[in-house]
């Protein structure tokens, strides 16, 4: 039922582009992402919601497909400010259920 | 405009022992889940309650137990604690008439000697 992220760890240096994918066998009503820094809470970045749309805000952006459940995270650029564990949460929506099921983190360290 | 906040910051108990912890949502949000954090692991959904009730829970054993008032703030409670116990917590809260997006609090790290 937990999300499968891939990959689980990830090493750029500044500049480079990074894509983190998310997966469910479930059905999902929507895709939540949250980036943590150590020690930190986790923060939100962006939902997306069934229908395949893609968002994004600044050098950051993401896409769900709807029909495979799967939804990627787009880094672009990346800065020293973008590591950190990134987290898929999804949303099966199941009888009116709202709560997030995280998958198990990818990784991110930006190097100069 | 405050965000989620959570007290204490850091708990140490020792086995069999119970906690409380403690959680304010934002401004505006009526929803609180709570969430536990295993060092290396994703955040897993313990509960969730609105209007005083518990309406979601996730896999978790009859010692979590938690309560809302009237005020959004809600505790959590863990009865005859176990090592394995240990872990952050986190409390989330959002506006029940959309779910669109959880704030996190700062999370209490409990730990169990």
């Known amino acids: 039922q937990q999300p499968v992220q891939s990959p689980q760890a990830v090493i750029l240096r500044e500049g480079e582009d990074a894509v983190i994918n998310c997966s469910s066998s479930k059905a999902l009503y929507s895709v939540h992402w949250y980036r943590q820094k150590h020690g930190e809470a986790p923060v939100f970045l962006m939902i997306l919601l069934k229908g395949g749309e893609q968002k994004g805000h600044d050098k950051i952006s993401a896409s769900f497909n709807e029909k495979k459940q799967q939804s990627s995270l787009y880094l672009t650029a990346s800065q020293l400010s973008y590591s950190g564990t990134y987290f898929c949460?999804?949303?099966?929506?199941?009888?009116?259920?709202?709560?997030?099921?995280f998958g198990q983190g990818t990784r991110l360290t930006i190097n100069p | 405009d405050a965000g989620v906040t959570q007290s204490p910051t850091h708990l140490i108990k020792t086995r069999g022992q119970q906690v409380t912890l403690r959680c304010s949502p934002k401004?505006?949000?009526?929803?609180v889940s709570w969430y536990q954090q295993a060092l290396g692991q994703g955040p897993q959904f313990i509960f969730q309650?609105?209007?005083?009730?518990?309406?979601q829970r996730g896999n978790f054993p009859d010692r979590f137990s938690g309560h809302q008032f009237p005020n959004y703030s809600s505790e959590l409670n863990v009865n005859a604690l176990l090592l394995g116990d240990s872990a952050l917590y986190l409390c989330a809260s959002s506006p029940r008439r959309e779910f669109i997006e959880q704030f996190f609090g700062p999370g209490t790290r409990l730990t169990v000697l």
């Open positions: 309650y609105y209007e005083e009730e518990e309406r």
């Open positions: 401004s505006g949000h009526d929803t």
């Open positions: 949460g999804t949303d099966p929506r199941i009888q009116g259920a709202q709560k997030l099921v």
